[in-house]
């Protein structure tokens, strides 16, 4: 099982740019489909975006379409969330997430004991 860590989180101006990465430890990574999470303060954690194990396909919630990329470099253990135009609704924990039992087009609703998570990174939009 792979272990992850988030990395890029910080503070922003709306209309701006992050980009986050999360490296996974282990060698079995190119069998995971990924994900990214987020929480807001007060609010229950939400799907933001997944992707295939070969990187193939992506999904994404209708919020951050057309503004938010998803990718992933399996020779490097990593997954990438590209953040554009962002607001300040986007504030929150976000959250790297894989999994081996689910495809990326149902991580939606991927539990907390149902894959494996990262232990998440801030992003803050200021307005």
């Known amino acids: 099982q792979v272990q992850l860590v988030e990395f890029g989180g910080g503070l922003v101006q709306a209309g701006g740019s992050l980009r986050l990465s999360c490296v996974a430890s282990?060698?079995?990574?190119?069998?995971?489909?990924m994900g990214w999470f987020r929480q807001a303060p007060g609010k229950e954690r939400e799907f933001v975006a997944s992707?295939?194990?070969?990187?193939?396909?992506?999904y994404y919630t209708d919020s951050v379409k057309g503004r938010f990329t998803i990718s992933r470099a399996n020779a490097k253990n990593t997954v990438y969330l590209q953040m554009n135009s962002l607001k300040p609704e986007d504030t929150g924990i976000y959250y790297c997430?894989?999994?081996?039992?689910?495809?990326?087009?149902?991580?939606?609703?991927?539990?907390?004991?149902?894959?494996?998570w990262g232990q998440g990174t801030q992003v803050t939009v200021s307005s």
């Open positions: 992707i295939t194990s070969s990187g193939s396909s992506t």
């Open positions: 282990g060698r079995t990574f190119s069998l995971y489909s």
């Open positions: 997430a894989g999994t081996r039992t689910r495809s990326a087009q149902n991580m939606g609703a991927l539990s907390s004991s149902g894959g494996v």
